[in-house]
């Protein structure tokens, strides 16, 4: 370093001492114990040490004030209970501002060293533990020889100066431009400059183009007054970088009272300043935040009082500000009592979160409901409470709609037919989604034309009938033909309307699948949002689904009517059957009887076969013609017991059953019966009395199948051996497996002949 800092007292030179024979200390520090090892170590060091120790700072003080002189130096703490280090220091410095003192500390810090050399301390040393700081301490104190004038004096004060660790510049008023003429090494160090770069020039060379004019203003206004002056500014050092220096500038004075010169000192703040410039920073955030959020804010204390609202709340409950914070938030909100909302904060932990429903009411007594989020935090040992409040008032609406649209499912799925299904969804459209304006067409396949179907009151008041539309004519036909919702916001402004006079501002226009068309107007333009799009969406399918079951139902009826035709006129031939056939039967077989007890012949026996087999076929016909291509009512059978109950009933002697599947069919449980029967009755006719059978399940599960371990059929008659009249040998008839593919026909299933794994006949029967 150049140069040796100049004194910063003012002390007349008629109290400049002599030489102590001893260095008279005075030693002080709360702690006893402390303060007697330091004084041991002292004298340990150099018997010349004299170590006089108070433990009360005030009575130090005293001691000085009686007599300065009676002491070569003062060696203090700095942390004690009821002065500190720099408060004893300043009392001292009122007394006498050359006695040497000096800071022995274990509390140390940049600002602390700062500070204590800006009030005039000689010397500042931290305690570094262990007996060698006292070693330190005794070279320290050894150097400070009062009784060497004012130079001496001076010099005294360099090693605290170089050791602080802030960085210390002094300048000279008194040269042109007051230069720096000293700077020590922690100067160099914030700076980035060297010492031989630094003396000689003005303190401005670290200012740069973001410097603040004001802090720079106000810093050289205290240097002209002559005035201790404290600035932060920006600075920038030797490699460019910037940093914020805290800079604290104090005049110093010789022994006249004249000004010497000027020192600085610096301490790095950036830190700091980008802290509180991030803290500002999100505080802003938060604060635009609070004001500008679309919901509803307001901060609790414990008791449930309002103590901050945003702008949001006021605007939204009619009040102002200064209103709503002499208020609970319990007066407002009428799902809430004071007893509730105390429970509730007081049950919540720092940092808790809680959500729930309220309805809060507005000044002027209107209420909506909203959706509360609550959390709880602390701030200075202070309970707070951020209510974060949604107006659900739409949600509500559109909770409500569904709701309304599911409860209107069901009445649509339950009408009788088209027309009813018409004229309860145009009441839908008018009453749920609040559309007055309304018409359901249905298509009239005959005249390939959308007739009207259903409407309201209001659409009949606004149009003088209701056209009916063919091909190409209308924006309604259009929908119906490419399937797609149309949303026409101006629909005045579309060339394929059918009324050029139309008086509907917007519709949106839903095709029903085949069936047709519901239109929902508006007489204002862009009336239809995305959200009631959707929910309008969401009705035509529902509409679709009931038209669509309803066809289905009227088809099925119109079946039935035909079945029953079909049944009634089968009837009527099964009669005339049984009745011109088996009455010369009877008679054939009659005379029969007759000629057998008077004749003893085995033509008769033959006859009688003959006989006995035309009667099998009449019963055949007639159970193929009763049981048709109908079924009765479907019902879920189980496959097991089904099966067993026909074994039952079926002559089988010796044959075995052996189910494996356990699964339900779905059907007539009368007509399954003479599936099995049939199909059991073939196997023991064909595969002998000790056949077994086997009833199971597909392997893809859809369907089931009867096998057999008999001879099998052949593959060239597997195709022709369902049809009626077609025998493979035996007694039947060749009705029986016919009888089969008719029941399965009817029941919508399928029917193959295969051959079972032990090579018999095998009938899958696909129920999928």
């Known amino acids: 370093m150049s140069g040796t800092p100049p004194s910063t007292s003012r002390v007349p030179s008629s109290e400049r001492r002599s030489p102590p024979r001893q260095i008279r200390v005075l030693y002080v520090d709360d702690d006893r114990a402390v303060a007697e090892l330091a004084a041991a170590q002292l004298t340990r060091h ?60 274990g509390a140390g810090s940049e600002e602390l060293a700062s500070e204590a050399i800006a009030r005039g301390v000689t010397d500042y040393l931290p305690k570094s533990g262990g007996t060698e700081q006292y070693a330190v301490l005794a070279d320290r104190v050894r150097d400070l020889d009062v009784a060497a004038g004012d130079d001496r004096a001076v010099e005294m004060k360099l090693p605290a100066i170089e050791a602080a660790p802030v960085g210390i510049a ?27 770069e630094i003396l000689g020039r003005n303190c401005r060379f670290l200012q740069g183009e973001e410097t603040a004019e004001a802090a720079v203003a106000e810093l050289r206004a205290g240097i002209d007054a002559e005035e201790h002056v404290s600035v932060e500014v920006l600075n920038y050092r030797k490699d460019g970088t910037t940093f914020w220096n805290q800079v604290d500038v104090a005049p110093l004075y010789d022994d006249a009272g004249e000004l010497t010169h000027f020192v600085g000192f610096q301490r790095d703040v950036t830190e700091r300043h980008e802290h509180e410039a991030r803290v500002e920073a999100d505080a802003a955030k938060l604060e635009a935040l609070f004001e500008n959020s679309p919901d509803m804010i307001e901060v609790l204390d414990a008791a449930g009082g309002r103590r901050a609202v945003n702008r949001r709340l006021c605007e939204e409950l009619g009040y102002e500000e200064s209103t709503l914070l002499d208020t609970a938030v319990w007066e407002t909100d009428r799902l ?86 018409a004229d309860e969804a145009v009441e839908t459209a008018r009453s749920v989604l609040d559309r007055p304006l ?9 005249a390939d034309a959308l007739r009207p179907a259903a409407t309201t009151a209001e659409t009949r008041a606004v149009f003088d009938g209701l056209p009916t539309y063919t091909g190409g004519e209308s924006l309604a036909w259009e929908a119906f033909q490419n399937g797609e919702v149309a949303v026409y916001d101006d629909l005045g402004a579309e060339e394929g309307r059918y009324n050029a006079e139309t008086v509907v501002g917007s519709e949106i226009t839903l095709p029903l699948g085949p069936y047709g068309v519901l239109t929902i107007g508006s007489r204002e333009t862009d009336a239809f949002d995305d959200e009631e ?29 035909e079945l029953e035709r079909q049944n009634d006129r089968l009837d009527a031939f099964a009669g005339v059957v049984s009745h011109d056939l088996r009455t010369p039967l009877n008679v054939a077989d009659g005379y029969l009887e007759l000629m057998a007890a008077d004749v003893d012949d085995e033509r008769i026996a033959k006859a009688r076969d003959a006989l006995d087999r035309m009667d099998g076929i009449i019963e055949e016909t007639l159970t193929l013609a009763r049981q048709g291509r109908t079924v009765g009512e479907m019902e879920d059978v189980g496959l097991s ?48 009395d000790d056949v077994t059978v086997t009833v199971g399940t597909l392997d893809d599960g859809g369907g089931f199948y009867v096998a057999d371990d008999g001879a099998g059929i052949p593959p060239d008659q597997r195709d022709v051996v369902l049809e009626p009249g077609h025998s493979t040998g035996g007694d039947g008839v060749g009705f029986g497996l016919a009888i089969v593919a008719e029941i399965v026909d009817a029941h919508g299933w399928t029917i193959e002949v295969t051959e079972s794994a032990a090579g018999g006949a095998r009938f899958e029967i696909r129920t999928a």
Request: aromatic residues 8%; charged residues 35%; hydrophobic residues 35%.
């Open 46 to 105: 150099d018997e010349r040490f004299a170590v006089t120790i108070e433990t009360a700072p005030e009575e130090a003080l005293e001691r000085v004030r009686e007599d300065p002189r009676q002491f070569d130096c003062v060696v203090s703490d700095y942390e004690m209970s009821t002065m500190d280090g720099l408060a004893l220091l300043d009392a001292v410095r009122e007394r006498d501002e050359r006695l040497p003192f000096v800071l022995f500390t």
């Open 170 to 196: 002094i300048s000279d008023p008194h040269r042109a431009d007051n230069p720096l003429v000293y700077v020590n090494e922690r100067f160099e160090a914030l700076t980035g400059y060297d010492e031989s």
């Open 336 to 421: 809430t009592t004071p007893d509730e909302v105390r429970e509730r904060l007081a049950g919540m932990d720092d940092g808790d979160r809680r959500r729930f429903e309220g309805e809060l009411e507005r000044d002027d007594g209107s209420t909506f409901p909203v959706e509360v989020h609550l959390i709880r935090f602390d701030v200075d040992g202070e309970r707070r409470f951020v209510s974060v409040i949604r107006d659900v008032t739409e949600q509500k609406r559109r909770e409500e709609t569904l709701r309304a649209l599911y409860q209107s499912t069901q009445s649509l799925m339950d009408a009788a037919d088209q027309q009813a299904v």
């Open 438 to 446: 309304n018409t359901l067409w249905l298509y009239d396949e005959d």
């Open 533 to 561: 799009t959707w929910r309008a969406r969401l009705f035509a399918r529902t509409v679709e689904s009931a038209l669509a079951q309803t066809h289905r139902e009227e088809e099925l009826r119109a079946q039935r009517a």
């Open 641 to 688: 017991e089904l099966a067993r109950r026909c074994w039952e009933r079926v002559e089988t002697g010796a044959a075995t059953l052996d189910v494996e599947s356990d699964r339900a069919l779905r059907g007539d449980r009368d007509r399954l019966q003479h599936v099995f029967e049939n199909l059991f009755r073939n196997a023991v006719e064909h595969g002998g």
